[in-house]
Every structure is written in structure tokens, then in C-alpha cells.
């Protein structure tokens, strides 16, 4: 019962901390102009039918139109899955839709430069557990939940669970694997309240009208990450913890009292420490409480992480400093992993041991502390190089994809080319310029640390040049440009 989670609301954006024993562990950032529009719910009306490609344009109240092909409208996923999955025999789409008309759509795609969003007729909406699928008695299960008897033990528990007279079906997702009946059938609960409201809303209304749109973080937060070992869910906007309240009372009604107004003097954020976390959790480096650091490089294909000693390391202790260095450094990795939000597959390069008991009780650690992060990971064991291969399942974008963009001083390389290596490719510019084009006199604009080597060290070369052009060359200061940026103006 000691852990906590923290959430940030400002109108541009939710951050969300989740802290373990005082620790941050988790950190999600959602911004408002990126929460996409996926999931959502609208009763539109149908603009336009064109049967030669079988599908319509709804409007919805987007500035593009969205688009609904006839695979998308429910009657013909149903039609097509009596008819053995042969969706042929479906009615065309000007069967069924007629311009004018109101029709209930869930949008399947963002829309994206020039197109439209795309929608579909077979609406669904998610809880924690289980997605309900009000259109149709059907009860799936995750592909992800891939044990055949359990699979059919799911099953049975969801049907018993089903109240009297439900015309809905539901899919199990992942999560509800481990699930209690009471965890399954408050989900249940949710769900119906849940589209209970969205009809309410879509009844008798004026289209085009959104009527349900997928949770906000903050909402996904009490629906997600509240378990029973948290302890309090403490917001900072007075406005939204009233929202939240209501929310909670409405659906989780077992949260509410989890939910606390943060009234603090200090940010929320800064008083719990999460902001330098931040900071670390972007940084290239780590740095253990031993001395050692972890140093974490993310490319396209994976993330590395190499672990190294602190300094001089004796000789008489050097197996026990290293192994402590790596224990530390397993719980480390853990954590940043964690924090980071990096997935797919990811290398760590402990520091050798000789040891094969030490290494065990490494992998064994590293284990252990992997075990508290909820995303799914498979770690391998020490491969004939001596590296610890492993996989994260990816779920969001990484913390620094989030928050950064490649850097524009170095074009995402890490490395700048020399103030020197500038100035000769200045020279040589100048120089073919000055062969090409026939001007009085040159002028090079460039960042401090080039024009400072032009008017020192390089001065000489910068005089040959001029005399061997037979023209005067000045420098001039840009106190603005990046290092490997000029510009030769002529004049
Ligand atoms: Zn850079």
C-alpha cells in the first residue's frame, strides 16, 4: 500500500508519475494537440454514397469529410461472418445508406494530410479487461492470451458473469488472464454504464455530434493503473480532480476516495522529485550510487546499454567491486527501462565477470527487477559474447520520443564536425566561389567558435586565400548560427 501516482494537468497537456516506495517508476506524457481521435464516437450523417467504390462520406464535424467502406459497416461483418467469413452476399452499400441519413460511426483511422478519417459502423468500447461490442453476442478472446485451457476457462467465467438479457458481446483482453470475477464483473458494470450514456447522448440528437470519446489520460490512469496497492491518486487542478471525482463516482466508484486534491505550495512534480527524474531518465548517462554508470544509446533497431566502472578499481577487490557495480546496475537498468519507455530489443553489456556464480546472481537480480515493470519482457542469458540479450514489449512512444526531436546542431548524429574541419570547408567554398562568380569582395557569416579560429590560429590561411584570389575576405559573427552552419555572401 506506499505506492502513488501523481498527475500534472495543464490545458496543453497530462503528465502522469507513478511512484513505488517515494520512487518515481513510470512516467506518461499526453499531450492534447497529439491525442488522436481513434475510438471515437459520433453520429454523423451520410454526405455522399458512391457505389462504384462501395463506400460513403459521413460527416462528422471534421473539416474533411470521413469515409466508410462498405467492409466496415457492421451488417456486412455479420452477413459475412453467417456466411462462413464470405462477405459476397451482403447487400451493396446503396443498399443500406442513403444520403441525409444519420448513421453511428466509430472512427478506425486518424484522418492524415488530405484524407479523411476512416469510420466504421461496428462500435466497440474498451474497459481495462474487456471490450464491449454492444452489436453483437459474441465473446472473444485476446490472441495474446495463448494457453487453449485457459482460454476456455475465460471463456466459461465471462459467460457466467453475463447479466440476464445481454444482447453485447465481449472480447478478454490480455489483462483479464489473471483477473478476480469481481475485477471481471466490475468491468462489466463499467462498460454497460458506460454505453448506456453513449445512447442517451446519440438519442433524438442533431448531427453531426460526438457522443463518445476515448478516455483522457487522467481517466485511463484511475481505469489502468489504479491497483490495490496504491495508495493515493493526488491531482493538481482543482477543476479536473472535480472531474475525475465525478468519473470515478460514476464508474470506479471503489477509487473515489483514492482521489486527492494536491494544495501544495511547491509544483506537484517538483515536490515529489519527478522533474529531475525526467531530466535523468533523457539523459544519455546514469550514474550509480557505486561510482559505476550505465550509459544508454537507442538506434532504429535497438537500445544499448553499457554498464562501466567508476574510476580506478583496486586490484585486491576487483571481482567484488565489479559485481556489486553490475547488481546495482541490473536494478538500474530496470528501472530505466521502465521510466524510458523503451521497447523492442534491447542489449545490455554488464562488465565482465569472471565469475559464473557472479553472473548468475546478475541475471537472477536483473530478473527480479524486472519482474515489477507490468510490460511484458523476455530476458535470454549471457550470450558467448558475454551480453545480456532482451525484449520489451512495445506499447507507447519512448519518454524521449515524446518530449525531443532529433538535435538540429548535429542533424540526431550526437557528433558536430570541428570548428576546424568548418573552417577549411569555408575556405574551399570560397575559393570555388570565387571561380564561379565574379565579386568585389567576400564576406563569411559564421557561429563564434569558426569566426574565432578565422581570426586567430586560422588568420593566416584566411590572408593566403584573399591574396591568392585577388580579393578581400572578412568574417563576420553570427552569434545565432550552429556550429557547422555559414553562409558566404557576396558583395
Ligand atoms: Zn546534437
Given at each position: 500500500?506506499?505506492?502513488e501516482?501523481?498527475?500534472n494537468?495543464?490545458?496543453?497537456?497530462?503528465?502522469?508519475?507513478?511512484?513505488?516506495?517515494?520512487?518515481?517508476q513510470?512516467?506518461?506524457?499526453?499531450?492534447?494537440?497529439?491525442?488522436?481521435?481513434v475510438?471515437?464516437?459520433y453520429?454523423?450523417?451520410?454526405?455522399?454514397?458512391?457505389?462504384?467504390?462501395?463506400?460513403?462520406?459521413?460527416?462528422?464535424?471534421?473539416?474533411?469529410?470521413?469515409?466508410?467502406?462498405?467492409a466496415?459497416?457492421?451488417?456486412?461483418?455479420?452477413?459475412?461472418?453467417?456466411?462462413g467469413?464470405?462477405?459476397?452476399?451482403?447487400?451493396?452499400i446503396?443498399?443500406?445508406?442513403?444520403?441525409?441519413?444519420?448513421?453511428t460511426?466509430q472512427?478506425l483511422?486518424?484522418?492524415?494530410?488530405?484524407?479523411?478519417?476512416?469510420?466504421?459502423?461496428?462500435?466497440?468500447?474498451?474497459?481495462?479487461?474487456?471490450?464491449?461490442?454492444?452489436q453483437?453476442?459474441?465473446?472473444?478472446?485476446?490472441?495474446?492470451i495463448?494457453?487453449?485451457?485457459?482460454?476456455?476457462?475465460?471463456?466459461?467465467?465471462?459467460?457466467?458473469?453475463?447479466?440476464?438479457?445481454?444482447?453485447?458481446?465481449?472480447?478478454?483482453?490480455?489483462?483479464?488472464?489473471?483477473?478476480?470475477?469481481?475485477?471481471?464483473?466490475?468491468?462489466?458494470?463499467?462498460?454497460?454504464?458506460?454505453?448506456?450514456?453513449?445512447?442517451?447522448?446519440?438519442?433524438?440528437?442533431?448531427?453531426?455530434?460526438?457522443v463518445?470519446?476515448?478516455?483522457?489520460?487522467?481517466?485511463?490512469?484511475?481505469?489502468?493503473?489504479?491497483?490495490?496497492?496504491?495508495?493515493?491518486?493526488?491531482?493538481?487542478?482543482?477543476?479536473?480532480?472535480q472531474?475525475?471525482?465525478?468519473?470515478?463516482?460514476?464508474?470506479m466508484?471503489?477509487?473515489?476516495?483514492?482521489?486527492?486534491h494536491?494544495?501544495?505550495?511547491?509544483?506537484?512534480?517538483?515536490?515529489?522529485?519527478?522533474?529531475?527524474?525526467?531530466?535523468?531518465?533523457?539523459?544519455?548517462?546514469?550514474?550509480?550510487?557505486?561510482g559505476g554508470?550505465l550509459?544508454?544509446?537507442?538506434?532504429?533497431?535497438?537500445?544499448?546499454?553499457?554498464?562501466?566502472t567508476?574510476?580506478?578499481?583496486?586490484?585486491?577487490?576487483?571481482?567484488?567491486?565489479?559485481?556489486?557495480?553490475?547488481?546495482?546496475?541490473?536494478?538500474?537498468i530496470?528501472?530505466?527501462?521502465?521510466?524510458?519507455?523503451?521497447?523492442?530489443?534491447?542489449?545490455?553489456?554488464f562488465?565482465?565477470?569472471?565469475?559464473?556464480?557472479?553472473r548468475?546472481?546478475?541475471?537472477?537480480?536483473?530478473r527480479?527487477?524486472?519482474?515489477?515493470?507490468?510490460?511484458?519482457?523476455?530476458?535470454?542469458?549471457?550470450?558467448?559474447?558475454?551480453?545480456?540479450?532482451?525484449?520489451?514489449k512495445?506499447?507507447?512512444?519512448?519518454?524521449?520520443?515524446?518530449?525531443?526531436?532529433?538535435?538540429?546542431?548535429?542533424?540526431?548524429?550526437?557528433?558536430?564536425?570541428?570548428?576546424?574541419?568548418?573552417?577549411?570547408?569555408?575556405?574551399?567554398?570560397?575559393?570555388?566561389?570565387a571561380?564561379?562568380?565574379?565579386?568585389?569582395?567576400?564576406?563569411?557569416?559564421?557561429?563564434?567558435?569558426?569566426?574565432?579560429?578565422?581570426?586567430e590560429?586560422?588568420?593566416?590561411?584566411?590572408?593566403?586565400?584573399?591574396?591568392?584570389?585577388?580579393?578581400?575576405?572578412?568574417?563576420?559573427v553570427?552569434?545565432?548560427?550552429?556550429?557547422?552552419?555559414?553562409?558566404i555572401?557576396?558583395?
Open positions: 500500500m506506499n505506492d501516482i501523481l498527475v494537468i495543464t490545458p496543453q497537456e497530462t503528465r502522469v508519475a507513478v511512484l513505488s516506495a517515494g520512487q518515481v513510470e512516467l506518461v506524457v499526453e499531450r492534447e494537440a497529439s491525442r488522436g481521435l475510438g471515437n464516437i453520429v454523423g450523417r451520410v454526405a455522399r454514397v458512391l457505389p462504384g467504390m462501395q463506400s460513403a462520406f459521413v460527416e462528422i464535424g471534421l473539416e474533411r469529410a470521413a469515409f466508410l467502406h462498405v466496415d459497416l457492421w451488417e456486412h461483418r455479420r452477413s459475412g461472418a453467417a456466411n467469413g464470405n462477405g459476397n452476399a451482403v447487400k451493396p446503396e443498399k443500406m445508406l442513403a444520403e441525409g441519413q444519420p448513421v460511426v472512427v483511422k486518424d484522418p492524415l494530410g488530405s484524407k479523411g478519417a476512416r469510420l466504421s459502423t461496428q462500435l466497440s468500447v474498451a474497459g481495462r479487461l474487456l471490450v464491449y461490442l454492444p453483437d453476442p459474441h465473446i472473444g478472446i485476446s490472441q495474446r495463448e494457453d487453449e485451457a485457459g482460454r476456455t476457462v475465460l471463456r466459461e467465467k465471462l459467460k457466467q458473469l453475463m447479466p440476464e438479457g445481454e444482447t453485447g458481446g465481449f472480447i478478454l483482453r490480455t489483462l483479464a488472464e489473471g483477473a478476480s470475477d469481481d475485477e471481471l464483473r466490475a468491468d462489466i458494470e463499467y462498460l454497460r454504464n458506460l454505453w448506456r450514456d453513449v445512447r442517451e447522448r446519440a438519442l433524438g440528437t442533431q448531427p453531426p455530434r460526438l463518445y470519446q476515448g478516455l483522457s489520460l487522467a481517466q485511463r490512469v484511475l481505469r489502468d493503473m489504479v491497483s490495490a496497492d496504491t495508495e493515493a491518486v493526488r491531482v493538481d487542478s482543482r477543476e479536473n480532480h472531474m475525475l471525482s465525478d468519473f470515478a463516482r460514476a464508474y466508484p471503489g477509487l473515489a476516495a483514492k482521489l486527492q494536491y494544495t501544495g505550495e511547491r509544483p506537484l512534480f517538483e515536490s515529489y522529485n519527478v522533474e529531475q527524474e525526467i531530466e535523468k531518465a533523457l539523459a544519455r548517462r546514469v550514474e550509480l550510487k557505486s554508470t550509459v544508454f544509446d537507442q538506434t532504429e533497431a535497438m537500445t544499448t546499454v553499457d554498464v562501466n567508476g574510476g580506478f578499481v583496486g586490484r585486491r577487490n576487483f571481482d567484488e567491486t565489479v559485481f556489486k557495480t553490475n547488481l546495482e546496475a541490473a536494478q538500474a530496470a528501472r530505466q527501462l521502465r521510466l524510458r519507455n523503451l521497447g523492442g530489443i534491447i542489449v545490455v553489456d562488465i565482465d565477470m569472471d565469475s559464473a556464480e557472479h548468475t546472481a546478475v541475471l537472477e537480480e536483473f527480479r527487477a524486472l519482474a515489477r515493470d507490468p510490460t511484458r519482457v523476455t530476458v535470454s542469458g549471457f550470450t558467448a559474447l558475454g551480453l545480456v540479450e532482451m525484449t520489451r512495445r506499447t507507447r512512444e519512448s519518454l524521449a520520443h515524446v518530449l525531443c526531436e532529433p538535435c538540429q546542431a548535429c542533424s540526431g548524429r550526437g557528433q558536430v564536425k570541428s570548428a576546424r574541419t568548418i573552417c577549411y570547408e569555408v575556405l574551399r567554398e570560397v575559393l570555388r566561389e571561380r564561379a562568380f565574379n565579386a568585389r569582395e567576400f564576406r563569411v557569416l559564421a557561429s563564434p567558435p569558426v569566426c574565432d579560429l578565422f581570426q590560429e586560422e588568420s593566416g590561411a584566411l590572408a593566403m586565400l584573399s591574396e591568392f584570389i585577388g580579393k578581400p575576405v572578412s568574417v563576420q553570427e552569434s545565432g548560427y550552429v556550429q557547422e552552419q555559414y553562409d555572401v557576396l558583395l
